[in-house]
């Protein structure tokens, strides 16, 4: 595995920690670092990443929207945010805008190799905690950017499927589903399956 990485941070001891330590990864092959939005989707139009690990605190344009726009344009790439922020609000409206992860900068060398694996083999990886609302909120929402592996996850979920059935059928861990499932449940901002399905319902995705 070669993968290229764009760290988009505009702390200059942050982004160069990150590039030190990614290049002790054996899979990586090359780092590059940006500032701002102008500067990361310059780099990006030259040397598309597989990988890009985005400061949602940026002095031009926040990671938030910086996400949705990268992901319009180069779908393929995979977000991670890199964040000092723990808050629900935050981690929900980067996954909807399309991030793969979401990691506080606080991560150890471990969390941050694990989440470059996971990501680039179709999965999601988080290692914030938060409080699930009590009552979930089923009302109209934009939809959410789902991946098509999710989709899938999703229509056998609503089909009443276990995560151990689901697992079997699609030929992945159930730990991979488990993770669908979290990633599911914060995308659409509901704490329970119920919900899940009834938005997924109301939205004609299942």
Not at 181 to 191: A, C, E, G, H, T
Request: aromatic share 6%.
């Amino acid at each position: 595995m070669a993968l290229k990485i764009l760290i988009i941070d505009d702390h200059h001891l942050i982004s160069e920690g990150l590039k030190v330590l990614l290049n002790d990864n054996p899979d990586v092959t090359h780092v590059d670092t940006a500032e701002n939005a102008f500067e990361a989707m310059a780099i990006l139009k030259d040397n598309v990443a597989d990988i890009v690990f985005l400061d949602i605190n940026l002095p031009d344009v926040n990671g938030i929207d910086l996400c949705k726009k990268i992901k319009a344009q180069f779908p393929d790439i995979k977000v991670l945010a890199l964040s000092t922020f723990s808050e629900r609000a935050y981690v929900s409206r980067m996954i909807q805008n399309g991030a793969s992860g979401y990691l506080i900068k606080s991560s150890s060398k471990d969390e941050i190799f694990e989440a470059i694996r996971q990501v680039q083999a179709g999965g999601f990886y988080m290692n914030v905690n938060f409080k699930v609302d009590p009552e979930p909120m089923v009302a109209a929402q934009s939809i959410p950017f789902l991946t098509s592996r999710e989709k899938e996850v999703l229509e056998l979920i609503s089909d009443g499927l276990t995560n151990a059935q689901i697992a079997e059928k699609i030929f992945v861990s159930v730990n991979t589903i488990n993770t669908h499932r979290q990633n599911l449940l914060i995308k659409f901002d509901v704490s329970n399956t119920a919900a899940l399905i009834k938005i997924a319902v109301q939205q004609r995705l299942i």
